[in-house]
């Protein structure tokens, strides 16, 4: 052996142990990522863990579902094809709660029957918090087909898929729109369901497979008839942020902020010749903390075998008039207010009876001031201006 190859040994030898010192380490950090090695945490049942699907958890009530389900410990799954939804939300959700086993994200279609069941097979939910939906009143009118696919349709593949994987529990997020325009207010839950928009109906004929489902099932399932959503998470972190495209359809809450930025002109208020003091509609405000809230409580207390159906509103109405007025003292700005004739599809007066829910879940709103809830909701517009950011 020459003095050249003496000296390359000891080489290779030191850069063989370094590849094995390497080799061991990224084995020992692999082991330690659930998914990676081992075993996924999101598909097996843990004792005193209760994992809950989010559908639609990306969108503006889901995220703040979610957001409410870590703060109390429950193992949380996000589904969303990010069609209304926003994975910026996603983003705040997963920066403040990044232990493993507590937050997932899964981009998919519900209208995928395949994709649903694959994802059932590959993780152990316990329970199922269904607010995935197209949701605007005049876009229903204007495209309806979408609207039974989406919805309805949609929710027959997410209870197909629970019953064939044996998940046991359904918080089902539904709306006062069932109802259509009852002839006596306020609404309870009795109330006759004669939807007058697609949007209206489409949730109507899920309930009903629903509840068909559940005569002849031990599934715990809670339906959730809610009202007009307002506000956002009262420490800032979420907020409302719909596509510019909507703007037209969305809800008014987000339109009125869009005026006060000057992002659009002014706020287009369609209706003035309704049956009501002012001539304006009348809506029950929800703000989306007491909503999320009630979701909980549902979740808590649903019972194998039973169905608790209930309204999620204040109990009284406010006029658009009203909300408009209110908004303004909310933002600072004299928004400029258009006068419209009626939506297709709108309706003159809807407004909750929410005993129910109190006597049973032990729920009431406690967020009712109006403007309060517009001013915390502007304080996130405000500064966020462009929404989450970039899709």
């Known amino acids: 052996m020459n003095f050249t190859d003496a000296k390359r040994k000891p080489n290779v030898l030191g850069k063989v142990v370094l590849a094995v010192v390497l080799t061991v380490f990224c084995v020992f950090i692999l082991k330690q990522s659930p998914g990676i090695a081992g075993t996924n945490m999101f598909s097996v049942h843990e004792l005193g863990v209760t994992h809950v699907l989010?559908?639609?958890?990306?969108?503006?009530?889901?995220?703040?579902?979610?957001?409410?389900?870590l703060k109390d410990n429950y193992r949380v799954t996000i589904v969303d094809n990010l069609s209304r939804g926003n994975m910026g939300a996603v983003r705040i959700l997963q920066g403040l709660y990044p232990e493993p086993g507590r937050l997932q994200f899964i981009y998919g279609d519900l209208g995928d029957a395949k994709f649903v069941n694959k994802m059932f097979s590959e993780n152990a939910f316990d329970a199922v918090m269904h607010f995935a939906a197209v949701a605007y009143v005049g876009e229903s009118t204007l495209e309806p087909l979408r609207y039974y696919h989406n919805i309805t349709a949609n929710t027959l593949t997410v209870l197909e898929a629970?019953?064939?994987?044996?998940?046991?529990?359904?918080?089902?997020?539904?709306?006062?729109?069932t109802y259509g325009e009852p002839e006596k207010m306020p609404i309870i839950e009795a109330t006759p369901q004669f939807p007058i928009n697609p949007y209206g109906k489409a949730k109507k004929m899920a309930e009903d497979i629903i509840l068909d489902f559940s005569k002849n099932s031990d599934m715990a399932v809670m339906i959730l008839r809610y009202f007009?959503?307002?506000?956002?998470?009262?420490e800032g972190r979420l907020g409302e942020a719909p596509r510019p495209e909507l703007r037209e359809h969305g809800r008014i809450s987000a339109a009125c902020f869009e005026a006060a930025l000057g992002t659009i002109p002014g706020l287009k208020v369609?209706?003035?010749?309704?049956?009501?003091?002012?001539g304006t509609g009348i809506r029950d405000y929800i703000d989306v903390t007491d909503l999320v809230d009630a979701h909980v409580k549902a979740l808590g207390k649903a019972q194998s075998g039973k169905v608790g159906i209930y309204n999620v509103g204040t109990g009284k109405g406010r006029s658009v008039k009203e909300f408009v007025e209110a908004c303004k003292k909310a933002t600072g700005v004299e928004i400029k207010v258009d006068f419209l004739s009626r939506r297709p599809g709108d309706y003159a007066e809807v407004y909750s009876d929410p005993s129910k829910i109190y006597r049973e879940l032990n729920w009431t709103a406690k967020y009712t001031d109006l403007q309060e809830s517009l001013s915390v909701a502007w304080r996130w517009q405000k500064s966020h201006r462009n929404g989450y950011g970039s899709p």
């Open 162 to 177: 629970m019953a064939a994987h044996g998940i046991k529990t359904l918080i089902y997020s539904s709306t006062c729109a």
């Open 54 to 69: 989010v559908t639609g958890g990306a969108g503006f009530i889901g995220s703040h579902a979610a957001l409410r389900l």
């Open 270 to 278: 369609r209706g003035t010749d309704y049956n009501t003091p002012d």
């Open 228 to 234: 007009n959503v307002i506000g956002s998470d009262p």
